[in-house]
């Protein structure tokens, strides 16, 4: 299964959040870690489009006074998003070999 | 609340509950402005409004009933509202105690006011009926079909068809209804009574069916095609009594030409529509497993 940079975004973010994953979260993960704002309506779609496909699962939470007690859509990466996502992951790595960014980056360090 | 809050509130039932909820929730939490908000929100709304074009129902709802049932719906009304003008002018502007005297008086105006009072009967029903079927067809893309609908019922009623742009009904002239001129003499028979026909009996019900039909859910195929074949022969009774071309002359102001004699009356039929879907919600509830099918 393939996956596109957002989707893969999205993936590794809901991933590292792990049981705390759920929209408003994953989207200021995405924030942070990209600079770029991560608009409601690309998070919403992009998620129904990845549980189509299996690769997480989504369920409503409880709601919580600090979300005018509203309820979360929380999130959980399935066996096949992680397989997406580490063949998404593979495939830059391979592909980022020796070219001058890649080379770079490993001399500046992470 | 603020009003752009509030615009965002109304925008969000675009939304089904859940996603309302989670998105509005997100809102709430990260603490975002109402002109963002808002912008994200209209953007989310598009791309699940799109989405929901891509399946035929929309499609079906939009080609099949929109314009269709719009336009003759809007045509019967001004043929109703025309003949009841005549009837409620008869009476109401000429009432005097001493007729009520009279036997003869009294049986035509009963046989008026039941004339009358059918007709309204029917066109309710039809209404309700186009509105039922957009709504169940259309789902949550009834924002768009549904918008459209009223549109096409408010401008063909206000402005009316492309020929006539040039002399629309509220502009026309008293002479335009010669055959009835005293009637329609004044403004109240000519434009408002015709307008208010319009509203009460066409809009409200139709709105009223589109919610009914959007908030209906599954149904056993036993129920949902007694109640599809319900919808399906009050709008052939609509579009049966009702040539769309006779229709056409009767709002151009021409005097109508009588009726087909050929067709066999079947415009009582007309009740069958919600009559189905009072039938099949009822029959339904109570169907073994499924009353967590209506909401």
């Known amino acids: ?110 | 609340m603020t009003p752009m809050w509030r615009l965002v509130d109304i925008v969000s039932r675009v939304l089904e509950p859940d996603e309302q909820d989670a998105v509005r929730g997100d809102f709430a939490e990260s603490g975002e402005t109402s002109g963002r908000a808002l912008r994200g929100l209209l953007g989310l709304a598009l791309r699940r409004q799109t989405a929901l074009w891509r399946n035929w129902r929309p499609w079906l709802a939009l080609l099949g009933a929109v314009a269709p049932f719009g336009i003759l719906l809007s045509l019967v009304s001004r043929r109703m509202a025309q003949s009841s003008a005549i009837t409620s002018w008869l009476y109401l502007n000429n009432w005097d105690w001493t007729y009520v005297r009279n036997t003869g008086f009294r049986l035509d105006f009963a046989h008026d006011v039941a004339i009358v009072l059918f007709e309204f009967l029917l066109l309710s029903c039809w209404s309700w009926t186009s509105g039922f079927v957009l709504g169940y067809l259309s789902r949550r893309a009834i924002w768009i079909n549904g918008a459209l609908f009223c549109l096409v019922l408010v401008t063909v009623e206000l402005w009316g068809m492309p020929r006539f742009l040039g002399r629309s009904l509220l502009l026309s002239r008293a002479d335009d209804f010669s055959p009835n001129s005293a009637v329609f003499s004044g403004a109240f028979y000519r434009e408002v009574f015709p307008l208010i026909v319009h509203t009460v009996l066409v809009l409200l019900p139709s709105l009223w069916g589109m919610r009914q039909g959007l908030r209906l859910a599954a149904l056993p195929l036993p129920l949902r095609t007694m109640l599809w074949a319900s919808s399906a022969l009050a709008m052939t009774t609509l579009a049966m009594q009702n040539s769309p071309w006779w229709q056409v002359r009767t709002w151009n102001n021409q005097p109508p030409p009588p009726p087909p004699a050929h067709l066999p009356y079947l415009a009582p039929l007309a009740v069958i529509g919600p009559l189905g879907y009072l039938l099949a919600t009822t029959i339904g509830r109570r169907w073994p497993g499924r009353s967590a099918a209506f909401k």
């Open chain 1, 1 to 110: 299964m393939t996956i596109g940079e957002f989707e893969y975004l999205l993936l590794t973010a809901a991933a590292r959040l792990g049981e705390k994953a759920y929209g408003a979260a994953i989207r200021q993960e995405i924030e942070s870690a990209t600079k770029r704002r991560c608009s409601i309506g690309a998070l919403y779609t992009t998620l129904d489009r990845l549980e189509t496909k299996g690769l997480l699962k989504t369920w409503m939470g409880d709601a919580t006074p600090q979300r005018g007690g509203r309820a979360k859509r929380m999130i959980r990466v399935t066996a096949k998003g992680i397989q997406a996502a580490t063949a998404f992951y593979d495939a830059v790595t391979r592909v980022s070999r020796g070219v001058t960014w890649e080379a770079n980056r490993r001399m500046v360090g992470p």
